[in-house]
């Protein structure tokens, strides 16, 4: 996570110039804005110091469904145990020019854990910030009762990583990886930059993997309750693996290639599968 903090305004400025714009136009005076930029956020990252600080909370969720979680810059980890308590660690983390003003900076970051009326709300994210100057990131790990179905993740920068969850998931990135790992549900998974992987889940309903420049990696162990599945890469590869018994139509749009429709048993799942510049691989 510490590369990736000092690699926040790198890719944030990137992002800031490209926009939306077709990847086959190339502004010369913009590629040479960004290489000035990236020079002087690696500069500016030099000889910082640190301090950090740690809490942790522990709430009974017996009669509650939501975990909501809104954070600027940090990875977040998510995991499910034999308890009613949701278990919520924050590491809180500063650098900036001198160990007195990160000590400062950590001792007056403020954030929330709130329990509304049936969910529990993380407010890790922060505002005025001159990361020019410093930088601050909260790392978040979290344990959940079995009865939290409903994971809502707001991020900037950072990972996510969803383990042996059953329930719904909607995690919108900026800049990092989403992960979840032996997990059931239905899933709106979307990053701008950074890949999306799934690892032995099963898919329920209707479920996007969306992301602008990464690869997306989906692994499903079944998908017979799935109604209809999306991946979407602007710049990526797409690699789908599902159960040979599965029931589905997949249409297939890759770069270069013309729309081709694979189809098993009564076509029961729908899937879209779509890349701007990559290869499919869907078995």
């Known amino acids: 996570m510490k590369k990736m903090l000092n690699l926040f305004l790198i890719i944030v400025t990137v992002l800031s110039l490209i926009g939306c ?4 136009e190339v502004d010369e005076d913009k590629v040479k804005d960004v290489s000035d930029k990236i020079t002087e956020a690696i500069i500016n ?12 909370h ?27 308590d949701v278990l919520i660690g924050i590491n809180i983390v500063a650098k900036s020019g001198s160990k007195e003003k990160s000590e400062q900076l950590v001792e007056d970051f403020d954030y929330t854990v709130d329990e509304s009326l049936n969910s529990i709300d993380v407010d890790t994210t922060y505002k005025d910030i001159k990361l020019e100057d410093y930088n601050i990131s909260t790392e978040l790990s979290i344990t959940v009762p079995e009865n939290i179905t409903n ?9 996510v990583n969803i383990k042996n969850i059953k329930g719904k998931f909607e995690v919108q990135n900026n800049v990092g990886n989403i992960i ?11 990053t701008n930059v950074g890949e999306i ?32 599945i999306k991946a979407v890469t602007d710049i990526g590869d797409i690699t ?18 013309k ?25």
């Not at 990252?45 to 942790?56: H, P």
């Not at 522990?58 to 009613?84: C, E, F, M, P, R």
């Not at 729309?259 to 869907?282: A, C, M, P």
């Open 21 to 24: 714009s077709s990847i086959n």
């Open 197 to 228: 992987n799934l690892y032995s889940n099963a898919a329920d309903e209707n479920s996007e993997f969306i992301t602008n420049t990464g690869d997306v990696k989906l692994s499903f162990n079944d998908i017979s309750n799935a109604d209809s």
């Open 240 to 257: 789908i693996t599902i159960p040979d018994n599965s029931s589905y139509e997949a249409v297939i749009n890759e770069f270069m290639g």
């Open 151 to 159: 994971i809502i993740i707001s991020l900037n920068v950072g990972n």
């Open 58 to 84: 522990t709430i009974n969720a017996g009669n509650l469904n939501t975990l909501n979680i809104s954070s600027s810059v940090g990875d977040i980890k998510i995991d499910t145990h034999k308890s009613n």
């Open 259 to 283: 729309e081709k429709t694979e189809s098993n048993g009564d076509k029961h799942t729908k899937l879209e599968i779509r890349t701007g510049v990559g290869s499919i691989n869907f078995n």
């Open 180 to 190: 979840v790992e032996n997990s059931q549900g239905s899933y709106i998974l979307k």
């Open 45 to 56: 990252t030099v000889g910082k110091s640190e301090a950090s600080r740690q809490e942790s």
